[in-house]
């Protein structure tokens, strides 16, 4: 076990805070699921919230073989990120689909980024179990269409989305300087203050790129 | 296709009967799963939740196998059992995990006799989506800790039993009365009258031994 691995480590903190989102998401998209027109939209987010605690039990166990309690890895992220759910609670369908289409893009480009500094049984681990395309097509496509029959849906899911962008933003910084080790391997993976900065133009980049794809402003 | 095959048959009204009741179930536990009392037992919660939602899907492809649109084989049931779990809210871990306990006993359990009348086939995949011990097991060992830990709780968690299988028992007259198919199913498989009352005493008495068997009073 090297320096990297041991409990309160980067990769014990990394992988508790993915496992974490996992539980999260499964939570999220079930209870999102209740707000499906119908059965089966509503069947398809119960199958979607499904894989996500299948990918919860493998960060769990992978946890394990690192020698840390997954319940004690997870829980430095759940005040912040109950929070957060909390305060972006989705009023109907479109905003629980356009949250989860924003913000797990969002996550899942950060745990890319951050899985390339790990080693590759960690790193290809978390790579595998980030959100197929499967849930962002459909997503993206039930945003589309419902663009596509009423215009002025697009400004009401862009200001959705900023919004969720902002307290997204404001959370994130508040785990971040929580977690040291963490934070530290970001910065040294980045090699330096530019590699981290060109880190979040990447991700910004991207989140751009996706609100446009489905005609939403940023 | 025979007859009993057909959309509208006692195969696709049982067949819709336990998918829909799969989907409930999955969308219960996810949501239990918030009381649970910590991250472990959160944890176990969801897992298990997963697993309804790959039956539901098993289910489902089934249906369409029969010719049925799994939507519309679901929807009769949507209402009375969305009723059932509104009006049997958990407040409570212990609530939830009583009501889960109770209920899919006695779902599980009329499932059974019922899919004994079906074709191999179709008996096999109802029997194989109940719910396996792990769950009751689990609920069972909560359940009795919580009593061992304060007697005062068999009370409250008897009355709450007893209140779930009132509601349970309403709810489950209304549907009999429109799944005629299924209802007819029921009667010609139990033989005569009663077979049928036979079928409910057999119900009532493994009820009544679950409830024993976690402390609690009928």
Redesign the interface.
């Known amino acids: 076990m090297s320096e990297v691995d041991q409990p309160g480590s980067a990769v014990v903190e990394l992988l508790g805070m993915v496992a974490y989102a996992e539980?999260l998401a499964?939570?999220r998209m079930?209870?999102d699921?209740?707000l499906a027109p119908?059965?089966?939209r509503?069947?398809v987010l119960?199958?979607m919230?499904?894989v996500e605690?299948?990918n919860?039990?493998r960060l769990?166990n992978r946890l394990g073989e690192h020698g840390a309690d997954?319940?004690v890895a997870?829980?430095p992220y759940?005040t912040a990120l109950q929070e957060y759910h909390e305060l972006t609670e989705p009023k109907d369908w479109l905003e629980a689909l356009a949250k989860a289409y924003v913000w797990d893009g969002i996550a899942d480009d950060f745990f890319r980024e951050v899985a390339a500094f790990l080693s590759p049984e960690d790193r290809d681990l978390v790579l595998d179990v980030l959100h197929d395309s499967q849930y962002e097509d459909f997503a993206a496509a039930e945003i589309r269409a419902a663009i596509a029959a009423d215009p002025k849906i697009a400004n009401r899911l862009s200001m959705w989305a900023r919004r969720l962008v902002g307290e997204g933003l404001s959370q994130a910084q508040r785990m971040a300087g929580d977690r040291i080790a963490l934070t530290i391997l970001i910065v040294e993976g980045s090699k330096d203050q530019a590699g981290v900065q060109a880190l979040l133009k990447r991700l910004t980049a991207a989140h751009t790129a996706r609100m446009a794809a489905v005609g939403l402003n940023n």
Do not use: N, W
């Open positions: 539980l499964f939570d079930a209870a699921a209740r119908d059965l089966p509503r069947a119960c199958e919230a499904a605690i299948v919860f039990r769990a997954p319940d997870m829980t759940e």
